[in-house]
């Protein structure tokens, strides 16, 4: 099995003064082409730091991908560790000179002369193309590591992963099979509670339980080689059960894509009217591109859960609407949730503290509920069910 590592670089990555998002997201891309990460190193932009790591991991890794540092500034210093780490000089690409030249022309611009930089990586390096940048990369072989270095713009950084990168692994390497991974994702349950309740299950060899929190869900999955599919799926059924009817979706679609897949496919349109979720439900159902006829976010105030109820079976009324969907009330006295329908109108009050999570948080748990509504009711189920940790403290129903 290849030994695959990654090295973000940058003083901004390492002091946490910008999020690493591409070391997630090659995390997870490797992982699905069956290329496992084994270890994610940070370090910033000294070049007696960089060269130290990259000797040092060359002797450890097969693979190392290096992401960032090759800007036209002077703190771009990747190309010349590479070289420096591999006791040679900086030679500059005539071609990948024309290139970004013409890049630049091509829009109306003239190229900075410190963009020439860009151009100039170590003598022995194999140039990687770059598709929709100026900064090209390029991959060496140090020691037994083969290393491939990577600009630090997101969008550049996975295009040249897909396109460039991962077809020259498969050329040089046998690669595994993708593991199999088998998800779902529960709103409700406590880590520690799902945990417990599947302490009993019987797992195939080489097969793993695992458990994401990320609040307001847990996701559950079921990690092994593809040769334990049959075994996998013989065991996923306890998953679900344990699971349970916190179970909100399977896979990686997301309950608001769920939601506006179904809301499209049954030619139901929504309206919203949010307080206290401060117009996140119809920013999560937009980006999906739900059916939503109206949207409102108006001052927070307290409401009987029979008030909230009839303002939204009105709105739905008022915006010719399938449904129409409400959130109201006051954070440190009671939340209501109304759910407006052709058939009646369902309503939950529920009562939060205030105290343990973040604004934000509680946002997107209010959210969450209110979703989780949506979609028991488009699949048949109980509005009011069992919601774990959610204190509901009145239910109701208006014909």
């Known amino acids: 099995m290849l030994n695959v590592e990654m ?35 940070t ?48 030679v500059l690409h005539e071609a990948w000179l024309t290139h970004m030249e013409s890049f630049f022309n091509d829009r109306g611009r003239v190229m900075a002369p410190s963009n020439r930089k860009q151009a100039e ?5 194999e140039l990687i193309d770059n598709p929709v940048g100026t900064a090209c990369g390029f991959a060496v072989k140090l020691n037994r590591c083969l290393m491939f270095f990577t600009p630090g ?44 309740s599947l302490e009993h299950l019987k797992l195939p060899e080489g097969v793993s339980m695992g458990y994401r929190s990320s609040m307001p869900i847990i996701e559950l999955k079921l990690t092994g080689p593809a040769t334990q599919k049959a075994a996998m799926l013989a065991a996923w059924p306890e998953v679900q059960r344990v699971a349970g009817e916190n179970l909100i979706f399977e896979g990686t679609e997301g309950l608001p894509a769920q939601i506006a897949r179904c809301l499209n496919e049954r ?10 979720t401060s117009g996140l439900l119809a920013l999560q159902l937009s980006r999906e591109n739900a059916s939503l006829l109206a949207s409102e976010v ?30 109201t009330g006051l954070e440190d006295e009671h939340l209501n949730f109304a759910l407006a329908t ?49 204190n509901v403290v009145d239910t109701l129903f208006i014909e």
């Open 7 to 41: 090295l973000s670089t940058g003083d901004e990555v390492l002091h946490g003064q910008i999020t690493d998002t591409n070391a997630a997201w090659l995390a997870n891309f490797f992982f699905e082409q069956g290329l496992p990460l084994t270890r994610r190193n």
């Open 43 to 90: 370090v910033g932009d000294r070049l007696d730091d960089l060269v130290s790591i990259l000797r040092e991991r060359s002797e450890h890794a097969d693979v190392l991908i290096v992401n960032g540092g090759l800007g036209p500034t002077s703190d771009d210093l990747s190309a010349l560790a590479a070289a420096t780490a591999k006791g040679e000089g900086l």
């Open 121 to 125: 990586i170590p003598a022995s390096a």
């Open 153 to 196: 713009v997101p969008s550049e950084f996975k295009v040249m992963v897909e396109q460039e990168i991962l077809p020259r692994l498969r050329e040089r390497f046998t690669l595994p099979e993708p593991p199999l991974c088998l998800r779902l994702t529960t709103f409700g349950r406590s880590e520690s509670d799902l945990a417990q």
């Open 267 to 276: 030619q139901l349109s929504l309206t919203l009217s949010e307080q206290f």
């Open 298 to 327: 108006v001052p927070s105030q307290e409401e009987t859960l029979a008030q909230t109820a009839h303002w939204a079976a009105d709105r739905r009324v008022k915006h010719f609407a399938g449904l129409a969907l409400a959130v």
């Open 342 to 390: 052709p058939q009646g109108t369902h309503a939950l009050r529920v009562k939060m503290s205030i105290t343990r999570h973040s604004l934000q948080v509680r946002q997107e748990v209010c959210a969450m509920m209110a979703l989780n509504m949506l979609r028991r009711w488009l699949n048949g189920k109980d509005v009011a069910s069992e919601h774990g940790w959610i």
